[in-house]
């Protein structure tokens, strides 16, 4: 489905995303633990990984407004923020991992969590009343065998041609179509 709408897409890997920043992209940071990793999210094949609020690639945001286009709440400390987008990035890198920098083309089109999830759920809903045994009891095996699209929002908002998804609360953006990003050429090393 992913490499159907077109979303596996090499990103464009550039020396800075300063210039796209400064233009109003969103910047993003994500850690991987394995050089390789990070290599073949911008010259391998598209592999969206999993996770709690769906399939896709999970980075961490820092933009003074976080906004893009959301109605940006403004972060107390912007300074605070970089920390924190990298600080998650380098978390998740882990002591021998490598942090990416990214820039998120601002044509993108991002559903916001807060706003999709409650459709989401509905559609979840009238489907899995299918998916409900004699006991009352869930099958959930069966659900995500036999529903693969709507039981993940990720796949779910990809097949309504979304690029990636903004998590509010936490400040994520879930990448599924990596076309719209760009990333810079040099990783961020965290030892060796």
Do not use: C
Request: net charge negative; glycine share 10%.
């Amino acid at each position: 489905m992913y490499k159907r709408q077109g979303f596996d897409a090499l990103p464009d890997v550039v020396d800075s995303v300063d210039d796209k920043i400064a233009e109003g992209w969103l910047e993003v940071y994500r850690g991987v633990a394995e050089d390789w990793h990070a290599d073949e999210f911008i010259r391998g094949d598209y592999f969206p990984g999993t996770g709690i609020h769906g399939n896709g690639t999970y980075t961490a945001v820092f933009n003074s407004y976080t906004n893009l286009n959301f109605g940006g709440v403004r972060l107390n400390d912007p300074k605070r923020a970089f920390m924190d987008a990298v600080g998650v990035a380098e978390t998740y890198a882990g002591p021998d991992g490598v942090v990416m920098r990214m820039a998120i083309n601002p044509n993108a089109r991002l559903a916001r969590y807060i706003d999709i999830y409650p459709q989401w759920r509905a559609d979840n809903n009238r489907v899995e009343q299918q998916y409900i045994n004699p006991d009352g009891s869930f099958d959930v095996v069966r659900f995500q065998k036999e529903q693969p699209i709507i039981s993940d929002l990720g796949r779910w908002l990809v097949a309504r041609g979304y690029d990636g998804m903004y998590m509010d609360q936490k400040d994520f953006l879930i990448i599924y179509n990596r076309g719209v990003a760009m990333v810079e050429r040099a990783y961020r090393r965290m030892r060796k």
